[in-house]
């Protein structure tokens, strides 16, 4: 019951949930990534991809979405190639612009539909494609490995981490005022390019407590999340399971993401949930240090049980490709 050389995926960004799926199916992943403008962007992706395709001659082809052009080509190509498609959506390719585009929410339903199984990352999205006539097989991201066989680091005199991308619907701003709230008691670590989000007043008006990282490189980003008391990865988005937080079990941090059902059901244990406001993740923040060290022991709980979930979620795929 396995794919291996039968299956490729495809992903036009570098993502970690890529990563750990592809490692955990145990197929070639596939990182096509293009710095071109973007009216030679998507020829230069399609033709890299189809050169793929071609040349792999691969039976199940996974990809991502977004990009929702490359599941949108997938899905059409699929028909001249004859391979299975995968989509593996996250909630802003379900969502295109965050559900504002009514072309690009019709598209993103016709590729659910098209495509032979939708992969969501939990019940609340599952609904949603059965509504959409799609196939949809739940499978939160797996635990990622890179952290496997790492000690953590002392937790004395540490910081908060806030993973950060510095996209629309990461409420930075609020996390920055909480680090304004919590004075220099604590020290909150920001990561990510913050230049395009923050003007030159915003910077002026960091509190003496925020570290602004910037981009930093793997080997880096490991360390710093090794060394964190607790880690902070938030969203506004409904639904939406961050990889922060998986990030955070494998390296066994405490974090703390934001209030939504979906995210206590899998973030069951050595995690604290906030509202997406300055007072309400300060307040996370003292509890997390109060109780670092019972949540640091919840979080390795949660790890075992994660891990073995996996396993069930990949058996339930293979099934659903037909795979004997």
Known sequence: ????????WITWEIQPRNRSMAELIGVDLYELICDKPWPLRYPFLIAKTTRILAMRKAKFVFVQNPSLVLA???SLIKWVLRFTLVVDFHNGGM????????????IARLVARLSDVAIVSNDSLAETMTVWNARPIVFPDPIPTIYFGKERKAMEDSYVLFICTWAKDEPFME??????????EYQIYITGKYEKSL????????PNNVKLLGFVSDDDYVNYLLSASVAIDLTLRESCLVCGAYEAISASV?????????????????????????????????????DRINLVEDIKLLKAERLSESEVCKKRLISALGIE
């Open 199 to 206: 003007n030159s007043e915003d910077l002026k008006d960091v």
């Open 254 to 290: 405490p974090m703390i993401v934001s209030e939504d059902k979906e995210a206590r059901k899998i973030f069951s244990k050595g995690f604290l949930f906030t509202k997406n406001k300055a007072l309400d993740i300060a307040n996370s923040i003292k509890r997390s240090f109060e």
């Open 95 to 106: 969502y295109p612009l965050e559900g504002k585009s009514k072309l690009l929410n019709r």
């Open 175 to 184: 996390v920055i005022e909480a680090a304004r709230i919590l004075g220099d």
């Open 72 to 74: 949108l080509y997938a």
């Open 1 to 8: 019951m396995e794919i291996g050389s039968r299956g490729v």
